[in-house]
Nanobody, 124 residues
Framework: EVHLVESGGGLVQAGGSLRLSCAASGFFLDEHAIGWFRQAPGEERAAVAC????????YYADSVKGRFTISRDNAKNTVYLQMISLKAEDTAVYYC?????????????????WGKGTLVTVSS
């Protein structure tokens, strides 16, 4: 059975930083592209970042470019999302999902598996 478990969320002041983790079991992350998504209250879930299986290519939503960094540690079967210079508008539940099979028009496709999410709250 596949499980993706996010952690690292919390309350942070604007301008602060957090690092989210996505740990997998029953599924080898190193064989797949992995994505981070977020859903703010009253909004649809949106793609945030994606990293290819070997970590060689990353993709970011325009709203987080230069502030968020996605990375992976295949030995730990974990993907990370380092977030700096956080803004109030980054407040959302953050999810990881896999596999990402392709990206088109800024949207990610595939995602057979989802974690339950971790809440990030940025106070202004």
């Amino acid at each position: 059975e596949v499980h993706l478990v996010e952690s690292g969320g919390g309350l942070v002041q604007a301008g602060g930083s957090l690092r989210l983790s996505c740990a997998a079991s029953g599924f080898f992350l190193d064989e797949h592209a992995i994505g981070w998504f977020r859903q703010a209250p009253g909004e649809e879930r949106a793609a945030v970042a994606c990293i290819t299986a070997n970590g060689g290519i990353t993709y970011y939503a325009d709203s987080v470019k230069g502030r968020f960094t996605i990375s992976r540690d295949n030995a730990k079967n974990t993907v990370y999302l380092q977030m700096i210079s956080l803004k109030a508008e980054d407040t959302a539940v953050y999810y990881c999902a896999a596999p990402i099979t392709h990206i088109s028009g800024g949207k990610y496709y595939g995602m057979d598996y989802w974690g339950k999410g971790t809440l990030v709250t940025v106070s202004s």
